[in-house]
T-cell receptor, first 110, second 113 residues
């Protein structure tokens, strides 16, 4: 089961680009990397998922290097409403624990 | 709106009591997951069901049990409640067994007094 490591917290200012990196050294060949966003008292929300190289959607971009041992979630031009906890999850996980970990608490300042 | 519904939204009960939390997955999703999140804590995976069968078990206490019914909705039963069981309980669903993409419900906030 691939374990992930992320920074505990990050601060940014409105309008800046934010990059959050997740390490997953033991990622398996069939594992995907998925990022979730969670606001206080709400359920996590799927942001983006990728397998390799780069994936972009209307919310974020996900960069995955060739060795896939890490991934970087990129949020362009953040706003105050992007203040949340961001989780990186590696899977699928068949019959095993789904470990979200502590995530990265992003604080966007005005 | 994720398409996952949970009832009730809030629940206040006393120690020693038993409660049932209900979850309806997104249409077509076969997997249901239950998570517990205490104040300012991370998500703790409790249990997963896939098409009615238990698939994975996490840190679920023996006082807790769950099941998934033929119509795919799921219930989480919490008994002999303790103060420490106060938390947000989330249900999530996915189309597959591997849980790569989970869609979370709004949660049930349980307060044990």
């Amino acid at each position: 089961l691939a374990k992930t490591t992320q920074p505990v917290s990050m601060d940014s200012y409105e309008g800046q680009e934010v990059n959050i990196t997740c390490s997953h050294n033991n990622i398996a060949t069939n594992d995907y990397i998925t990022w979730y966003q969670q606001f206080p008292s709400q359920g996590p929300r799927f942001i983006i998922q990728g397998y390799k190289t780069k994936v972009t959607n209307e919310v974020a971009s996900l960069f995955i290097p060739a060795d896939r041992k890490s991934s970087t979630l990129s949020l362009p031009r953040v706003s105050l409403s992007d203040t949340a906890v961001y989780y990186c999850l590696v899977g699928p996980n068949y019959g095993q624990n789904f470990v979200f970990g502590p995530g990265t608490r992003l604080s966007v300042l005005p | 709106d994720s398409g996952v519904t949970q009832t009730p939204k809030h629940l206040i009960t006393a120690t020693g009591q038993r409660v049932t939390l209900r979850c309806s997955p997104r249409s077509g999703d076969l997997s249901v997951y239950w998570y517990q999140q205490s104040l300012d804590q991370g998500l703790q995976f409790l249990i997963q069901y896939y098409n009615g069968e238990e698939r994975a078990k996490g840190n679920i206490l023996e006082r807790f049990s769950a099941q998934q019914f033929p119509d795919l909705h799921s219930e989480l039963n919490l008994s002999s409640l303790e103060l420490g069981d106060s938390a947000l309980y989330f249900c999530a669903s996915s189309a597959d067994r591997g849980g790569e993409t989970q869609y979370f419900g709004p949660g049930t906030r349980l307060l044990v007094l």
